[in-house]
Each structure stands twice: as structure tokens, then as C-alpha cells.
């Protein structure tokens, strides 16, 4: 049964840093592309970043420079890192498994996702 657990969420203020874990069980991390998508409240999806197999990362274009993806395969975990935060980025945070070994921004690729993890910016 494919699994991904996360955690990390959380209260922070303005300015202040998180980092996001999600980890895997039940299929051959090392070999699946991964991704981070938020969700603000009341709104919809939205594609934060995606690591492929290799490690190449992609990001969202309002992501690039304050967030980093990355990925210990030999702990079957992926780590959103979140800097500069501000309350924009308050959001739930989901965690998803790619088809593949490479991945996009597109959500019909993701066929297993996290619960969600809420991170809140503010002071």
C-alpha cells in the first residue's frame, strides 16, 4: 500500500523558515518523480514544485528563489524547505507521487497524495 506521510506544518512568522517532510512506503521511492501543490483556503491547487527521479527539479514561477525541493532516497523522504515566508504562503501543503520517473506540473500525473500538512505565516 503506497503511503505518504507528512509533517513539518506549522504557526510561523513573517520572514521565518519551515521545512516540509513527507515520507514514503510501499513503492520504490528512488524511482518516482515527486511533487509539493498547496492549496490556499478557498481556493484552488496550486503547483508548487516537482523533483524527478534524477534529481532535476522544477518550480513554480512565484517559487523560485524562496522554496527548494529536494529528496533523501535512502530515507524515502521529500523535504519542501520554505524561506522568506510571508502570509501568502499560508496554505495547506500536499505531497504527491508522480506516474513516472520524470514529472510536470501536471496534477493527472500524481496518482497518490499526502494528507496535507497546514502551514500558517503570521504574526
Known amino acids: 500500500e503506497v503511503q505518504l506521510v507528512q509533517s513539518g506544518g506549522g504557526l510561523v512568522q513573517p520572514g521565518g523558515s519551515l521545512r516540509l517532510s513527507c515520507t514514503a512506503s510501499g513503492f520504490p521511492f528512488a524511482d518516482y518523480a515527486m511533487s509539493w501543490v498547496r492549496q490556499v483556503p478557498g481556493k484552488g491547487l496550486e503547483w508548487v514544485s516537482t523533483?524527478?527521479?534524477?534529481?532535476?527539479?522544477y518550480y513554480g514561477e512565484s517559487m523560485k528563489g524562496r522554496f527548494t525541493i529536494s529528496r533523501d532516497n535512502a530515507k524515502n523522504t521529500l523535504y519542501l524547505q520554505l524561506n522568506s515566508l510571508k502570509s501568502e504562503h499560508t496554505a495547506m501543503y500536499y505531497c504527491a507521487k508522480f506516474l513516472g520517473a520524470y514529472g510536470s506540473s501536471y496534477y493527472s500525473g500524481m496518482d497518490y497524495w499526502g494528507k496535507g500538512t497546514l502551514v500558517t505565516v503570521s504574526a
Open positions: 523533483i524527478s527521479h534524477d534529481g532535476s527539479t
